[in-house]
Nanobody, 121 residues
Framework: QVQLVESGGGLVQAGGSLRLSCAASGTIFHIRTMGWYRQASGKQRELVATITTAGNTNYADSVKGRFTISRDNTKNTVYLQMNNLKPEDTAVYYC???????????????WGQGTQVTVSS
């Protein structure tokens, strides 16, 4: 199967920056889209940003111009550079990957365990 391990979360003051990383490992034939989602306390999980194998990106309106998603296909790793952080960015951030484990398999959505990002005002 596929395992996703996130790192880089933490506590930062408003206006600061953090960089999240997520490495996929295990039995991987191909990873299609990779992305970041977040879930604040008491709220539903929401999309932050996604990136395709070709590098096409999609962002939530709330993070456009502040966050940048990138990936290294050779390392099966996705990154999220977060600048000008705001208290409302506080949430658990989850990595997601659409991957298949062999040629004829279907793509399946895998999730990381989440990493906490806390932005103080």
């Amino acid at each position: 199967q596929v395992q996703l391990v996130e790192s880089g979360g933490g506590l930062v003051q408003a206006g600061g920056s953090l960089r999240l990383s997520c490495a996929a490992s295990g039995t991987i034939f191909h990873i299609r889209t990779m992305g970041w989602y977040r879930q604040a306390s008491g709220k539903q999980r929401e999309l932050v940003a996604t990136i395709t194998t070709a590098g096409n990106t999609n962002y939530a309106d709330s993070v456009k111009g502040r966050f940048t998603i990138s990936r290294d296909n050779t390392k099966n790793t996705v990154y999220l550079q977060m600048n000008n952080l705001k208290p409302e960015d506080t949430a658990v951030y989850y990595c997601n990957a659409d991957a298949k484990i062999y040629y004829g398999a279907n793509y399946y959505a895998y999730w990381g365990q989440g990493t906490q990002v806390t932005v103080s005002s």
